[in-house]
């Protein structure tokens, strides 16, 4: 069973603060890495995905970090705001067959 | 609207009964999957099908069954096998290979009566 890990698993953060969170992956047969943001009671929805090393994107406040050399990705919060929270999953998408494993997520709650 | 309809919202299984979750998609993706989620667990793989009659297992595909035999749809069938069915199930479809990520279905969370 390949290992998507993300820390940590749970953060409180108080409003106008920035933030970040790990995802870290197995570094051979990459494809992408993707990044979804889940509301409770919504499905997932998606931020980022990202194929190249070194890839930075963005989308307003939030911005996110690739290193396929070394397996990690990392997301940023800027200026947390109370719709930022979530829970914040990461999942590998493996150079072969479609397979997509998730990280168990970041559960982010922002404190007013 | 194109998008992906699981049905039914809220299922109930009785003891050594199969069970089947609909997963239908309007968004002519060719690769489909199932997911578990539980509390602390995040979304793991039970089953993915890249193209119409062939599928492959998650990591965790024991005890359940599915089938592909319409691009559309991809069922799961949670057998009498599957001792903890108790979950939220999560059907998702990805398009083009390159650039794009998985859209998801509102889910189907199931309850052993």
Same mark, same amino acid.
């Given at each position: 069973?390949?290992?998507?890990?993300?820390?940590?698993?749970?953060?409180?953060?108080?409003?106008?603060?920035?933030?970040?969170?790990?995802?870290?992956?197995?570094?051979?047969?990459?494809?992408?890495?993707?990044?979804?943001?889940?509301?409770?009671?919504? +499905?997932?929805?998606? *931020?980022?995905?990202?194929?190249? %090393?070194? =890839?930075? #994107?963005?989308?307003?406040?939030?911005?996110?970090? &690739?290193?396929?050399?070394?397996?990690?990705?990392?997301?940023?919060?800027?200026?947390?705001?109370?719709?930022? +929270?979530?829970?914040? *999953?990461?999942?590998?998408?493996? %150079?072969? =067959?479609? #397979?997509?494993?998730?990280?168990?997520?970041?559960? &982010?709650?922002?404190?007013? | 609207?194109?998008?992906?309809?699981?049905?039914?919202?809220?299922?109930?299984?009785?003891?050594?009964?199969?069970?089947?979750?609909?997963?239908?998609?309007?968004?002519?993706?060719?690769?489909?999957?199932?997911?578990?989620?539980?509390?602390?667990?995040?979304?793991?793989?039970?089953?993915?099908?890249?193209?119409?009659?062939?599928?492959?297992?998650?990591?965790?595909?024991?005890?359940?069954?599915?089938?592909?035999?319409?691009?559309?749809?991809?069922?799961?069938?949670?057998?009498?096998?599957?001792?903890?069915?108790?979950?939220?199930?999560?059907?998702?479809?990805?398009?083009?290979?390159?650039?794009?990520?998985?859209?998801?279905?509102?889910?189907?969370?199931?309850?052993?009566?």
């Amino acid at each position: 069973i390949l290992n998507v890990e993300q820390s940590p698993q749970s953060l409180h953060v108080q409003e106008g603060d920035s933030t970040n969170f790990t995802c870290s992956f197995p570094s051979s047969n990459f494809y992408a890495l993707h990044w979804y943001r889940w509301e409770t009671a919504k +499905s997932p929805e998606a *931020l980022f995905v990202m194929t190249l %090393n070194g =890839d930075e #994107k963005k989308k307003g406040r939030i911005s996110a970090t &690739l290193n396929t050399k070394e397996g990690y990705s990392y997301l940023y919060i800027k200026g947390s705001q109370p719709e930022d +929270s979530a829970t914040y *999953l990461c999942a590998f998408y493996m %150079n072969r =067959d479609d #397979k997509i494993i998730f990280g168990k997520g970041t559960r &982010l709650h922002i404190l007013p | 609207d194109g998008g992906i309809t699981q049905s039914p919202k809220y299922l109930f299984r009785k003891e050594g009964q199969n069970v089947t979750l609909s997963c239908e998609q309007n968004l002519n993706h060719d690769a489909m999957y199932w997911y578990r989620q539980d509390p602390g667990q995040g979304l793991r793989l039970i089953y993915y099908s890249q193209i119409v009659n062939d599928f492959q297992k998650g990591d965790i595909a024991e005890g359940y069954s599915v089938s592909r035999e319409k691009k559309e749809s991809f069922p799961l069938t949670v057998t009498s096998a599957q001792k903890n069915p108790t979950a939220f199930y999560l059907c998702a479809t990805l398009g083009h290979r390159s650039n794009q990520p998985q859209h998801f279905g509102d889910g189907t969370r199931l309850s052993i009566l």
